[in-house]
């Protein structure tokens, strides 16, 4: 049995067994108001727990182990649990105040963050099993020289390299949303090189009879020199192909300008992912 100190108090010792929590952690969570003793005995600074507070010490381990952060851990605890019906994404007092809704949300919050960190995780796992199968990325290059295009242009921004994916799409969908099918274009990605914490991305519109797009305007692909290669598979694979078109422009000795231009071939509503086609395209720094 445990034994008690002044009636149901517990030393730090003896608490952190019962709850599962070693006594750094328990001095932590203290630290940050999560968890604080019942009693800290002035004279000799030893901290004491009651066993009533048993519960939110397990709530708090039992929430960590599932890599939920702290502020969430205490709005669960401030909240006094989670509903297992409630989703937690509306107040239902109404009033902005709603405890387990709140905590909720939150939570809710977290499983979305770990289901978008899963699914990164399962790209991760696809394009290395690709490396493992293909070996290290290559390409066949060619040098060839656009001319400039006429174009409509629309920007988005990624907060995230894992967010270009959904800004690529938003810029898509506007385009694509004031063009009409009669008429033959062509959409280009625009791409930073370099990637810094957020991602500016943009979808260029190519061709004749070029669509009104509310907040684009009207602008010039520039010409020059490029180097490009083709992309057969998969968009979230699209790096493996920029790799190995890097790769030849340094071996080389060209001086590669950005932006990355992908220029989508396949119609991915009607192509299998293995299948799509994507042009990528750096242009080439001008000779002296």
Same mark, same amino acid.
């Given at each position: 049995?445990?034994?008690?100190?002044?009636?149901?108090?517990?030393?730090?010792?003896?608490?952190?067994?019962?709850?599962?929590?070693?006594?750094?952690?328990?001095?932590?969570?203290?630290?940050?108001?999560?968890?604080?003793?019942?009693?800290? #005995?002035?004279?000799?600074?030893?901290?004491?727990?009651?066993?009533?507070?048993?519960?939110?010490?397990?709530?708090?381990?039992?929430?960590?182990?599932?890599?939920?952060?702290?502020?969430?851990?205490?709005?669960?605890?401030?909240?006094?649990?989670?509903?297992?019906?409630?989703?937690?994404?509306?107040?239902?007092?109404?009033?902005?105040?709603?405890?387990?809704?709140?905590?909720?949300?939150?939570?809710?919050?977290?499983?979305?963050? +770990?289901?978008?960190?899963?699914?990164?995780?399962?790209?991760?796992?696809?394009?290395?099993?690709?490396?493992?199968?293909?070996?290290?990325?290559?390409?066949?290059?060619?040098?060839?020289?656009?001319?400039?295009?006429?174009?409509?242009?629309?920007? #988005?921004?990624?907060?995230?390299?894992?967010?270009?994916?959904?800004?690529?799409?938003?810029?898509?969908?506007?385009?694509?949303?004031?063009?009409?099918?009669?008429?033959? +274009?062509?959409?280009?990605?625009?791409?930073?090189?370099?990637?810094?914490?957020?991602?500016?991305?943009?979808?260029? +519109?190519?061709?004749?009879? +070029?669509?009104?797009?509310?907040?684009?305007?009207?602008?010039?692909?520039?010409?020059?020199?490029?180097?490009?290669?083709?992309?057969?598979?998969?968009?979230?694979?699209?790096?493996?192909?920029?790799?190995?078109?890097?790769?030849?422009?340094?071996?080389?000795?060209?001086?590669?300008?950005?932006?990355?231009?992908?220029?989508?071939?396949?119609?991915?509503?009607?192509?299998?992912?293995?299948?799509?086609?994507?042009?990528?395209?750096?242009?080439?720094?001008?000779?002296?």
């Amino acid at each position: 049995m445990l034994g008690h100190v002044n009636d149901d108090l517990l030393s730090i010792g003896q608490f952190a067994r019962l709850a599962r929590l070693s006594v750094k952690q328990l001095r932590h969570y203290a630290t940050l108001g999560l968890l604080e003793p019942a009693w800290i #005995d002035p004279a000799s600074g030893y901290r004491y727990y009651r066993a009533a507070q048993a519960r939110d010490a397990l709530v708090i381990g039992l929430l960590r182990s599932l890599d939920v952060p702290l502020p969430v851990v205490a709005a669960v605890l401030s909240a006094g649990g989670v509903t297992g019906q409630d989703t937690g994404r509306q107040d239902p007092g109404g009033d902005g105040s709603g405890g387990e809704g709140t905590a909720a949300a939150a939570l809710a919050r977290v499983k979305d963050d +770990l289901e978008a960190e899963l699914a990164r995780r399962r790209r991760t796992l696809k394009t290395l099993e690709h490396i493992l199968a293909a070996g290290l990325p290559g390409a066949e290059v060619t040098v060839v020289t656009e001319p400039p295009r006429p174009a409509v242009v629309v920007h #988005d921004l990624a907060a995230t390299p894992d967010d270009i994916g959904r800004a690529t799409s938003a810029c898509v969908a506007r385009l694509m949303g004031a063009a009409s099918g009669a008429i033959p +274009l062509h959409l280009v990605g625009l791409f930073p090189l370099d990637y810094g914490e957020s991602v500016p991305v943009a979808v260029a +519109l190519t061709g004749t009879g +070029l669509p009104h797009v509310p907040g684009a305007r009207p602008d010039i692909l520039p010409g020059g020199t490029f180097a490009t290669a083709a992309h057969v598979g998969p968009y979230d694979q699209i790096a493996l192909t920029a790799h190995a078109l890097l790769a030849w422009c340094a071996e080389r000795g060209h001086a590669p300008t950005g932006p990355l231009r992908e220029a989508y071939v396949s119609d991915p509503a009607t192509t299998p992912p293995e299948r799509l086609i994507t042009h990528l395209m750096i242009r080439l720094e001008d000779e002296e």
